[in-house]
């Protein structure tokens, strides 16, 4: 009787090697089987990986919200900024283009008549030139210049005005013609405006001094070396810019008053930042989760839905922005006082889209009123608006307060849910093997129990045939 033979077949588990598992010798599609029940086991941590995205993206949006609201704060705080309320003297020319004025220190307040008689100007030479044939050295303005063969009239001027120690500009009329002004004007300069040497020769009757500007303030005769002029009214530079023939120019110098224009532009700047920032917040706190969320991109989105603390965030900056301010005057004790609202209802008083999101917006007109009427009173309450607007807003976003926290809290669940994760694919890597090993060793005893049939039936066979034999 011959040995019984043994069949592996179509199973592989040798020592070391990845264990395959065909599931020939039973007919069943083991490898079906075997990710039939490692998709079960998996579903934990495919739940685990979508509560790790949704806390990390709530982190992310919780980031975004925290350094927004931290910008505005440094915008508020402008407001509490003494300077810019501080009182300032503004000047207004009647005809700037003759007569400019700016202030330059405290001046007294007032109008005052400016007649121009004469403008100030530069001592002038002129001169006719002739390029070098052989390279020389020429003399203007008392500085020495070494000139090449055919250096051009346009290349002399270059090297005069690049010098920064001469006395005299040099300006190009002609191909052969060059002006030396000096660089000052004023009397008593035609000395310095000198040239020498090589091809240069001055014209006959070309030279003319120089000469101080001419003037009146409300009668007085003065006179500057200059046509900027800062004695002749304290406290205010006048830049003298042509005669003055049709009449006096007026020159108006105010009373000192905060700056309209620089606390426009501030309290523009804030709101742009404050509206960027309440939109943002009012995205996420609008945005639904889905009712069956299939992807991490659908359960990661409304993680911020109907959040309580930005809920209540956004109405105490509403609370801030409208509610009048303990100790402070009716009629100037809030940002609506100034002409900062959420701007006016449309149709027949019904709230704009804008207005009911707390969107704001400035009414320029009333904002000057206001500073013009009560300058210090728009002080005061900006002042305490600031502060108060602020502790708001600090209560939760600033450093170690409320959002920090809930963003360093989903940031460490998120760092164990990874750990569990990464413990979990170790596991179910583990459990894979020992499935894949069982089934190899199922198919292996199938194989041989399916070997030692056939040959029972084969010594069954022989011995019938000896028998009829």
Do not use: C
Not at 51 to 70: G, P
Not at 399 to 410: F, M, V
């Amino acid at each position: 009787m011959s040995s019984t033979p043994v069949s592996t077949g179509s199973v592989s588990a040798a020592t070391g090697s990845p264990v395959s598992v065909t599931g020939l010798a039973s007919g069943l599609d083991t490898k079906s089987i075997i990710n039939a029940l490692l998709e079960v086991e998996r579903e934990p941590i495919t739940h685990l990986t979508f509560q790790q995205e949704k806390a990390a993206d709530q982190a992310t949006a919780l980031q975004s919200i925290q350094t927004s609201l931290l910008q505005l704060t440094y915008s508020v705080s402008e407001f509490k900024l003494p300077t810019l309320f501080e009182g300032v003297q503004s000047v207004t020319s009647s005809e700037p283009a003759r007569v400019a004025a700016v202030v330059t220190s405290g001046a007294g307040v007032g109008g005052y008549e400016v007649e121009v008689t004469q403008l100030a100007n530069s001592a002038q030479r002129t001169y006719t030139y002739t390029p070098p044939s052989v390279e020389e050295t020429v003399t203007v303005g008392g500085r020495e210049y070494t000139l090449k063969a055919g250096t051009s009239a346009a290349e002399l001027a270059g090297k005069v005005n690049a010098d920064g120690q001469s006395t005299v500009y040099a300006a190009v009329t002609g191909k052969e013609t060059i002006v030396l002004s000096s660089r000052t004007t004023g009397t008593g300069a035609l000395e310095t405006v000198t040239a020498s040497g090589g091809g240069l020769a001055e014209t006959v009757g070309s030279a003319s001094e120089g000469r101080d500007a001419e003037y009146k303030v409300d009668g007085v005769a003065g006179t500057s070396s200059t046509n900027v002029v800062t004695s002749a009214i304290a406290g205010v530079s006048l830049t003298l810019g042509s005669l003055t023939p049709a009449g006096p120019v007026t020159i108006a110098v105010q009373a000192p008053a905060p700056n309209v224009k620089a606390i426009e532009t501030q309290v523009e700047s804030f709101i742009k930042l404050y509206n960027t920032t309440v939109e943002a917040i009012q995205k996420q706190l609008s945005e639904r989760p889905p009712e069956k969320p299939t992807a991490v991109g659908e359960l990661t989105a409304g993680t911020l839905f109907g959040d309580s603390d930005l809920t209540n965030l956004l109405s105490q900056m509403r609370e801030a922005m409208y509610e009048p301010i303990a100790g402070l005057a009716a009629g100037m004790s809030s940002p609506a006082d100034i002409g900062i609202s959420t701007g006016a209802a449309s149709g027949a008083g019904t709230p704009t889209a804008s207005s009911l999101a707390g969107v704001l917006k400035l009414e320029p007109a009333a904002l000057a009123s206001a500073i013009a009427a009560n300058p210090e009173g728009v002080t005061s309450m900006m002042q305490k608006w600031s502060t108060n607007l602020n502790q708001a807003i600090n209560d939760l976003a600033a450093p170690g307060a409320t959002l920090e926290s809930r963003i360093n809290g989903d940031g460490e669940q998120v760092r164990e849910m990874k750990e569990r994760i990464a413990t979990m694919n170790e596991m179910l890597a583990l459990r894979q093997k020992t499935l894949e090993q069982t089934y190899a060793q199922l198919e292996a005893v199938i194989s041989r129990n399916s070997a030692t049939s056939s040959w029972l039936t084969e010594q069954a066979s022989q011995l019938a045939a000896n028998a009829k034999g």
